[in-house]
């Protein structure tokens, strides 16, 4: 068990996470990473409407994406609470590096096509889903409870801080040397992860278990659904994930270029505003260890998440549309911290993957879900299906919060040990 370390002044006790060398590690691998990654999440979209002009069809990069990644994400947190993590990180790792490999000299030789496109996706995303939750489940082995908010701020902020900096770079690199170019730079970050974990001396073999992975899912499922706190955390991300996620990410281009005339330096671009938004975020909530609040934080955010996005919907003028793109990257970023910040202090060690490869089914239903809005897009306009979706998911947010003392109260159990925790 970690213990904290002394307090100290300066930028380490502001990020006190730091202070443990293993996290360190980790997290420099992880920002790195995740700069690149920006140059792969560009790509794929790019690639994708240049065969096609069809908001359904650039939807089924998200289907592809998110069936991979729902097939495949419980089995994943099965095994990151089975498994040694920092090994199972090394193969996930391993192997995204050889999928988007093949798929650069495909691109590059110009040998594949739509649906070879969408089957390597497939397979990419099925490597993420077991990456995500091993990777989640592994930070608080890594710092103890105390530090637990500060390090998942941190490594959020590493994985998505490169939205602030690196979308003009991505749209300059596909502008320059084109889809298949970006994809290849993208293969530095799964690279650079794969040393860092190699040199973590963290070694996180769980008990062994007679459990089949199957039951060891279910039990995870029983035990996440029998905490009502945890459950509506849960909920709640899945209610961004499948009615708010889909339009800011794979459905984006579309709304980019058809809605605000925009090219791919100018999608880039306001990709690079709502990163500047998530650094609010991430610089506000990583600098504070304030569990109290992380209740508050998640409804707040969720709820400003859903209004942003009704405004970005509504108007036309590209001021206002990137302003409303801002704060809308700053309230997803602010619910991200939070919620993952909360579970991870009020799950017990032994359910942590499995609980977070529930949080990733979310992940996988916004993907899925951008072929249907994307095909009521089709139908209706995208004009009119954005703030109608982004309205919906405001309410299914506000009611319960305003119902339930539950929903009102999710960060208590942060305030008892996890052994207190664990008996409500």
């Known amino acids: ?8 002044s300066g930028w380490r006790g502001r990020f006190p996470a730091l202070q443990h060398r293993d996290f360190r590690i980790l997290w420099f691998g992880m920002f790195f990473s995740s700069a690149t990654m920006m140059f792969q999440f560009y790509a794929q979209g ?36 089975r498994m040694d993590r920092r090994t199972l990180l090394i193969v996930t790792q391993s192997a995204a590096f050889v999928i988007y490999g093949v798929l650069s000299v495909l691109v590059i030789t110009d040998h594949v096509g739509l649906w070879l496109a969408f089957g390597l996706i497939f397979l990419s995303a099925s ?12 930070v608080p082995l890594l710092v103890p409870r105390e530090h637990l908010p500060n390090a998942v701020a941190l490594f959020i902020a590493a994985q998505i801080s490169a939205y602030a900096f690196l ?41 062994a278990s007679a459990q089949s992975v ?35 990410s794979t459905l984006a281009p579309y709304w980019m270029k058809n ?41 707040g955010a969720t709820t400003g998440f859903g ?41 017990e060690n032994q359910y942590m993957g499995r609980v977070m490869s529930l949080r990733g089914i979310s992940s996988s239903l916004n993907q899925i879900a951008a072929a249907p809005l994307g095909a009521v897009a089709d139908w209706v306009g995208m004009s009119r299906m954005v703030p109608a979706v982004a309205t919906l998911l405001t309410m299914l947010i506000i009611t319960p919060a305003a119902a339930s003392k539950t929903v009102r109260t999710l960060d208590a159990e942060a305030q008892k040990p996890l052994e207190d925790a664990a008996a409500t």
């Open 259 to 299: 809605e605000l005339g925009l090219g791919a330096g100018g999608w880039t671009l306001m990709g690079w505003i709502w990163g500047l938004g998530t650094v609010v975020s991430t610089v506000t909530l990583s600098t504070r260890n304030t569990p109290r609040h992380l209740g508050r934080i998640i409804i």
């Open 1 to 8: 068990m970690l213990t904290a370390q002394p307090e100290l």
């Open 127 to 138: 490597v993420e889903s077991m990456d995500a939750p091993t990777r989640q489940a592994l």
């Open 307 to 347: 209004l942003t996005l009704v405004v970005f919907g509504l108007t036309r003028s590209l001021p206002l549309a990137a302003a409303a793109w801002c704060l809308n990257g700053t309230f997803f970023t602010a619910n991200m911290i939070a919620s993952t910040s909360l579970l991870q202090m009020i799950v």
């Open 46 to 81: 790019w690639f994708i409407l240049g065969m096609t002009s069809s908001a359904a069809l650039l939807g089924l990069l998200g289907v592809s994406r998110g069936t991979g990644m729902l097939v495949f994400s419980l089995y994943g947190g099965a095994l990151a609470d």
């Open 167 to 207: 979308p003009p770079m991505a749209g300059l690199a596909i502008e320059t040397i084109g889809t298949g170019g970006a994809f290849a730079i993208s293969l530095i970050g799964h690279a650079v992860v794969v040393g860092a974990l190699l040199t973590l001396k963290v070694r996180a073999m769980p008990p």
């Open 214 to 248: 199957v039951r060891s899912v279910g039990d995870g499922i029983r035990y996440a659904a029998g905490r009502q706190r945890v459950l509506w955390v849960l909920v709640f991300g899945i209610f961004v994930g499948v009615l708010g996620f889909p339009i800011i």
